[in-house]
């Protein structure tokens, strides 16, 4: 079964500028979720989707994130404009559901804002 | 919201148990998880409690207390590939499902 794609791997950008980042979940997961992830510290959800509705975005700075999801299976997530404390790593994660399926998590997108 | 605390780090030497504590804090309990990180790589599922007790999964044990909103993760016969970061994960029912995460427990295994 193949796993949570993500690209890119890695990203350079300057503030100011602008990036995206793509995800692919495993096949039939309703479930998909962004993390940001700063050095030394644990996963933040920034937007969870349920198939192609957006379940909780309370943590997205929304005036300058934005994410969707597409037909209810791929997602992107861009950042615009970045600054420099969006470094970070971010995680794409995705689940069949709700109650105990576990999430499964993408290889990640490092990002360092220049 | 859900508050989720665990210790930040935990050393110990190779063949010895450690013990790592989180205490969480949500409105809707619904399930809770232990994820293994290593250095510059992904989150990988260790352990999944919903109901009291202890889940026993060879060397890695989870406990969970409802009531106390506690759990543990018990690591038995310590190897050095140990060495890696511990987050404990809540995931909240009346919010959805929101998956949230602990800050991470690193913990080192000396030799």
């Known amino acids: 079964e193949a796993g949570v794609a993500q690209s890119p791997r890695y990203k350079i950008i300057e503030k100011r500028q602008s990036v995206a980042f793509w995800c692919n979940p495993i096949?039939?997961?309703?479930?998909l979720y962004w993390y940001q992830q700063i050095l030394g510290q644990g996963p933040k959800l920034l937007i969870q989707?349920?198939?192609?509705?957006?379940?909780?975005d309370s943590q997205l700075p929304k005036d300058r994130f934005s994410a969707e999801r597409l037909k209810g299976v791929d997602s992107t997530l861009k950042i615009q404009p970045a600054k420099l404390e969006d470094s970070a790593v971010y995680l794409c994660a995705s689940s069949l559901g709700g109650g105990g399926t576990e999430a499964f998590f993408g290889q990640g997108t490092r990002l360092t804002v220049v | 919201g859900q508050n989720i605390d665990q210790p930040t780090e935990m050393t110990a030497t190779e063949g010895a148990i450690v013990q790592i504590n989180c205490t969480y804090q949500?409105?809707?309990?619904?399930?809770l998880f232990w994820y293994q990180q290593h250095a510059g790589e992904a989150p990988t599922f260790l352990s999944y409690?919903?109901?009291?007790g202890l889940e026993e999964k060879g060397r890695f044990s989870s406990f969970l207390s409802r009531s106390k909103g506690y759990s543990y993760l018990l690591l038995k016969e310590l190897q050095m590939k140990d060495s890696a970061s511990y987050l404990c994960?809540?995931?909240?029912?009346?919010?959805?499902?929101?998956?949230?995460f602990g800050a991470g427990t690193t913990v080192t295994v000396r030799a």
């Open positions: 949500t409105s809707g309990f619904n399930g």
């Open positions: 994960a809540v995931r909240d029912q009346v919010r959805d499902y929101k998956l949230s």
């Open positions: 989707f349920q198939n192609n509705g957006v379940v909780d």
């Open positions: 096949s039939g997961h309703a479930t």
């Open positions: 409690n919903v109901l009291d």
